[in-house]
């Protein structure tokens, strides 16, 4: 869909036509789960694996609502990264909480602690679907909480950020923490752009018009990863 579309979708949920239902219902589900971060992460002080598995519950809530906010059961195969035992998830996501919420983690730069966060949960690939879209959401929530906007990973970026993600899978997360970096300041570049045409056309009326400019876009962008 369009920015546009997009849009019309998440603030009138009407139907855009030529569109599929799936379509919609994971632009409501982003849309959900955005929302959730806004009014309940973001000033969290730890998070838990019960906080991984509500965004999770609403990006795939409309889509899949028997398997939203649950982990696999089965083994899944991703490319060529074999992700670990569902008998293993629970202990994983544990001990990747601890991870998030550890010292050691906390003193990183944010966007590489964020970008690792990202990362390591694509590892884990702890659900059967809605994996990308839960570690790009929680990259966003890490960010957002230091005062970054929601950051945008673009479609015709999608081969780079496999070809990364897998890199890490091989031993090399640093060219996943870079696109990332480079990512996050692609989307400072257009947040500050539309805040700055915002004011230009007098149409800036509160704090969150530029970054829900930034969300929109990102909705578009995330669906096509």
Request: glycine share 4%; charged share 25%; net charge negative.
């Amino acid at each position: 869909m369009t920015l546009a579309q997009t849009r019309m979708v998440v603030e009138t949920r009407t139907a855009v036509p030529g569109k599929s239902i799936m379509e919609h219902n994971e632009i409501l589900g982003l849309d959900a789960a955005l929302k959730f971060v806004n009014n309940t992460l973001v000033n969290k002080a730890l998070l838990t694996v019960a906080d991984i598995l509500a965004m999770h519950r609403r990006i795939l809530g409309h889509v899949d609502p028997v398997d939203a906010g649950t982990f696999r059961r089965t083994q899944v195969f991703v490319g060529e990264h074999t992700p670990p035992k569902a008998t293993l998830l629970h202990d994983m996501m544990e001990d990747f909480v601890d991870w998030l919420n550890s010292e050691e983690a906390l003193r990183l730069h944010p966007v590489k602690y964020a970008a690792l966060a990202h990362y390591k949960l694509v590892f884990i690939h702890p659900f059967v679907d809605g994996n990308g879209r839960t570690a790009r959401l929680l990259m966003n929530l890490l960010l957002m909480r230091v005062g970054y906007p929601p950051v945008i990973v673009r479609k015709q970026d999608r081969s780079l950020y496999y070809e990364y993600l897998q890199l890490g899978n091989e031993g090399d997360v640093r060219p996943f923490v870079r696109f990332i970096a480079e990512c996050t300041e692609r989307t400072l570049d257009v947040y500050l752009y539309a805040t700055e045409y915002a004011k230009h056309q007098r149409a800036l009326t509160s704090q969150d018009s530029s970054e829900g400019e930034v969300a929109f876009v990102s909705y578009e962008e995330d669906r096509a990863l």
